[in-house]
């Protein structure tokens, strides 16, 4: 009879390549992650620039006949006194993009055929989170009142 010698190191082998495989795909995985929920605080970032576009579209059509008063640049100030009801809803606005954007601004401005386009920035920071790396995100929307 032969007698089989006995092998050692192949189970050791095969658990380390195990292990390498394995911590491979959870670390592909984590990446996955971390990749989907940037790309879901994208969207919720333009949901909320959508909703405040339509905001202020719906109080212009409510004062339909003072477009005009409307208009106000993207690097400009607010009004700072609500003297009226556009230069109100201005303030309101604006005050609306500082809270739910971060570094949010915007500006709006219609033309002689009242047609309004509504331009809003926000910043968009990396997953770090950090704000050396933040890039400028533009949502427009334009349509005639």
Not at 19 to 37: K, M, Y
Not at 45 to 74: F, H, V
Not at 110 to 126: F, G, M, P, R
Request: glycine share 8%; net charge negative; aromatic share 6%.
């Amino acid at each position: 009879m032969k007698k089989f010698n006995a092998q050692y190191g192949v189970g050791l082998i095969e658990v380390m390549v195990t292990v390498l495989i394995l911590s491979t795909s959870l670390l592909g995985l984590a990446a996955l992650q971390s990749r989907a929920l940037q790309y879901n605080h994208s969207a919720y970032m333009r949901s909320q620039a959508n909703i405040l576009a339509y905001d202020l579209l719906d109080r212009m059509r409510a004062s339909r006949g003072r477009l005009a008063d409307y208009n106000l640049g993207i690097n400009d100030a607010p009004p700072m006194a609500s003297g009226n009801q556009a230069q109100s809803d201005l303030i309101e606005w604006r005050q609306a993009l500082n809270e739910l954007l971060p570094e949010g601004s915007g500006g709006i401005s219609c033309d002689t055929n009242n047609v309004c386009t509504v331009v809003i920035q926000w910043a968009e920071h990396d997953a770090t989170g950090s704000d050396g790396n933040a890039d400028k995100s533009n949502f427009q929307y334009m349509t005639r009142i």
